[in-house]
T-cell receptor, first 115, second 118 residues
Framework: NAGVTQTPKFRILKIGQSMTLQCAQD?????MYWYRQDPGMGLKLIYYSVGAGITDKGEVPNGYNVSRSTTEDFPLRLELAAPSQTSVYFC??????????????FGAGSRLTVL | AQKVTQAQTEISVVEKEDVTLDCVYETRDTTYYLFWYKQPPSGELVFLIR??????QNEISGRYSWNFQKSTSSFNFTITASQVVDSAVYFC???????????????FGQGTTLQVKP
C-alpha cells in the first residue's frame, strides 16, 4: 500500500529547461493536488484535480501545467524553469468523502533547484 | 478571503515543558474544517487532526490537545510534556466551506517550527 508516490525526490535544473514531476496514488482517490513549499511561507496550491480529465488552477499556477488522464496519475510539468520555481513540491490526494473529506495524504516531496 | 495565521515562527522549549502553538484563521463561511499537520525533519507531512466548525469541544489525544474557539477564530494546539521527537514544523490549515462544491483545497498557515531540546 504505497499511498502517494512522487518522483524524483531531488532534481537540479538549469534555467529554461523543462521537466515533469510524477505523482501516483493507489488509493483510488478522485481529488488530487500539487502544492509548493517555500521556506517560511507554508504551502501554496498550484493545481488540483477533482477527477480524471478535470483540472483547475490553484493560487500559484503560472509556469506550470498538469494533466489527469487517469485516476492514479497527476503529473506536474514545469516549462522553461526559472529560479523562482526552486521549491519543494508536494503532491497530495484526498480521502474518501464519506469519512476522510478534506484530509490530505501527502507524498514525500520533490526538492527542485533551478540554477 | 480565507487566511490562516501562525504568528509564532519558531519556538524552542526544553524537553518535558508544555508548549502551545497558536493558529488564527479568517473566513466568512459558517461551515468548514480546520486541520493540523506535522512536518518532521524528514520532510513528509503527517495529518494530526481535523475539526468540524460545528464542533467546539476540545480534543485530547495522548500528549496532544486542541482548543477550538469559534468566537476568537482560533484553533490552538498544545503538546504536554514535550519530547525531542516532537521537533518539527507544524502547520494549521483551513478548508473551503462544506458544501457540494467543496474541492478539498486547503489554505495553510506559514508554519511554526518547534525545537525541543533534551
Amino acid at each position: 500500500n504505497a499511498g502517494v508516490t512522487q518522483t524524483p525526490k531531488f532534481r537540479i535544473l538549469k534555467i529554461g529547461q523543462s521537466m515533469t514531476l510524477q505523482c501516483a496514488q493507489d488509493m483510488n482517490h478522485n481529488y488530487m493536488y500539487w502544492y509548493r513549499q517555500d521556506p517560511g511561507m507554508g504551502l501554496k496550491l498550484i493545481y488540483y484535480s477533482v477527477g480524471a480529465g478535470i483540472t483547475d488552477k490553484g493560487e500559484v499556477p503560472n509556469g506550470y501545467n498538469v494533466s489527469r488522464s487517469t485516476t492514479e496519475d497527476f503529473p506536474l510539468r514545469l516549462e522553461l524553469a526559472a529560479p523562482s520555481q526552486t521549491s519543494v513540491y508536494f503532491c497530495a490526494s484526498e480521502g474518501q468523502r464519506s469519512s476522510g473529506a478534506n484530509v490530505l495524504t501527502f507524498g514525500a516531496g520533490s526538492r527542485l533547484t533551478v540554477l | 478571503a480565507q487566511k490562516v495565521t501562525q504568528a509564532q515562527t519558531e519556538i524552542s522549549v526544553v524537553e518535558k515543558e508544555d508548549v502551545t502553538l497558536d493558529c488564527v484563521y479568517e473566513t466568512r463561511d459558517t461551515t468548514y474544517y480546520l486541520f493540523w499537520y506535522k512536518q518532521p525533519p524528514s520532510g513528509e507531512l503527517v495529518f494530526l487532526i481535523r475539526r468540524n466548525s460545528f464542533d467546539e469541544q476540545n480534543e485530547i489525544s495522548g500528549r496532544y490537545s486542541w482548543n477550538f474557539q469559534k468566537s476568537t477564530s482560533s484553533f490552538n494546539f498544545t503538546i504536554t510534556a514535550s519530547q525531542v521527537v516532537d521537533s518539527a514544523v507544524y502547520f494549521c490549515a483551513l478548508s473551503e466551506p462544506l458544501m457540494s462544491s467543496n474541492t478539498g483545497k486547503l489554505i495553510f498557515g506559514q508554519g511554526t517550527t518547534l525545537q525541543v531540546k533534551p
